[in-house]
């Protein structure tokens, strides 16, 4: 492995690309801060291996802190969503018969 981002990808990997295109790749690359998410692009389903099976993302991160959960360690106890309007326009993209993994 030559490098690690700590945090959300959105946050760390223009970084990581940034430097990985100038030849100054860093060992660690971590996330000042938690993403919004109006930040967070729409997957592009033609990218998934398998594109009958993707995810549209509509939260992130949780209030509640359950012992055995790993997401509040994540997030600390934020919790983000996208915008009702948003998710509607993403989920009117699916077809009928497209699996929804979350
Ligand atoms: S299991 Fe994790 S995500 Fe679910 S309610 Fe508990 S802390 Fe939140």
């Given amino acids: 492995m030559d490098s690690i981002g700590i945090g959300e990808g959105e946050a760390v990997w223009p970084a990581i690309i940034e430097?990985?295109?100038?030849?100054v790749l860093k060992r660690q690359y971590r996330a000042g801060?938690?993403?919004d998410m109006k930040e967070v692009p729409f997957m592009k389903k033609e990218l998934f291996e398998n594109p009958e099976c993707y995810h549209i993302e509509t939260t992130r991160g949780c209030p509640y802190a359950c012992d055995y959960c790993s997401?509040?360690?994540?997030?600390g106890n934020k919790y983000g969503?996208?915008?009702?309007?948003?998710?509607s326009v993403r989920l009117k993209t699916l077809r009928q018969d497209d699996f929804l993994c979350r």
């Fill in 71 to 75: 997401v509040t360690e994540f997030y």
């Fill in 33 to 35: 801060r938690l993403i």
């Fill in 19 to 23: 430097d990985l295109r100038k030849g």
């Fill in 81 to 87: 969503h996208v915008r009702l309007k948003t998710s």
